[in-house]
């Protein structure tokens, strides 16, 4: 079946650290990958996504490649500020498929500190 | 582009009672889902329609969900009996097309349910 793991939280770094956030996945088919944010009091939103083995992702920062070979699309950062602290989820749905719905990890909560 | 909206923002209700949650997605969107959002379980389906239609009602807990689109600009979710293990954060998310890399999923900013 599909199934998203996500690395646990919660992560904490200092401003301008570099940030990982690990996410492996499990599918049927050959999947989109995507990383959404939830921010506090809201709802989620997209982040960034990515189609094919070795397309990398990127938005406000952030990216994240798509490796087929080790099913794997982490989340990386280089310089993290105090405005990123939010929830993050790694999401797949399957291309192709006729059913019409995302897989999400469990999230993974970052705090980050001036 | 009004984003989905939800409401009410905040539910507080006693056990036992009826509660009914709004959500009116984004125009032109084919797809609505209704997620649920706890400490415990993180992001659960609960069920999702296109066209109106209930797809997949999998992840509807009880008997006691029940979820309706009478038409496309908007649904319902509605909870009879509510028990305080009902307490979350219920999303609702539309989509244009079936998901894909250039159809995401775009959020309301949810309903967070307290039942005592």
């Known amino acids: 079946g599909n199934s998203v793991t996500q690395m646990e939280g919660p992560v904490t770094l200092s401003e301008e650290a570099f940030l990982t956030i690990n996410c492996t996945y499990t599918?049927?088919?050959?999947?989109?990958l995507f990383w959404y944010v939830q921010y506090p009091g809201e709802g989620l939103q997209l982040l960034l996504k990515?189609?094919?083995?070795?397309d990398k992702g990127s938005n406000k920062g952030f990216e994240a490649t798509y490796r087929k070979e080790t099913t794997s699309f982490h989340l990386e950062k280089g310089s993290v500020q105090v405005s990123d602290s939010a929830v993050y989820f790694c999401?797949?749905?399957?291309?192709?498929?006729?059913?019409?719905?995302?897989?999400f990890g469990r999230g993974t909560q970052l705090t980050v500190w001036p | 582009d009004a984003g989905v909206i939800q409401s009410p923002r905040h539910e507080v209700t006693e056990m036992g009672q009826e509660v009914t949650l709004r959500c009116k997605p984004i125009?032109?969107?084919?797809?609505l889902f209704w997620y649920r959002q706890t400490m415990m379980r993180g992001l659960e389906l609960l069920i999702y329609?296109?066209?109106?239609?209930?797809?997949?009602d999998s992840g509807m807990p009880e008997d006691r969900f029940s979820a309706k689109m009478p038409n496309a600009s908007f649904s319902t979710l509605k909870i009879q009996p509510s028990e305080p293990r009902d307490s979350a954060v219920y999303f609702c998310?539309?989509?244009?097309?079936?998901?894909?890399?250039?159809?995401?999923?775009?959020f309301g900013n949810g309903t967070r349910l307290t039942v005592t």
């Open positions: 998310a539309s989509s244009l097309r079936k998901l894909s890399y250039n159809s995401p999923l775009h």
């Open positions: 599918a049927t088919g050959y999947p989109s």
């Open positions: 990515a189609t094919k083995a070795d």
């Open positions: 999401a797949l749905s399957e291309r192709g498929s006729t059913l019409g719905r995302l897989y």
């Open positions: 125009s032109g969107h084919d797809y």
């Open positions: 329609f296109n066209n109106n239609v209930p797809i997949d």
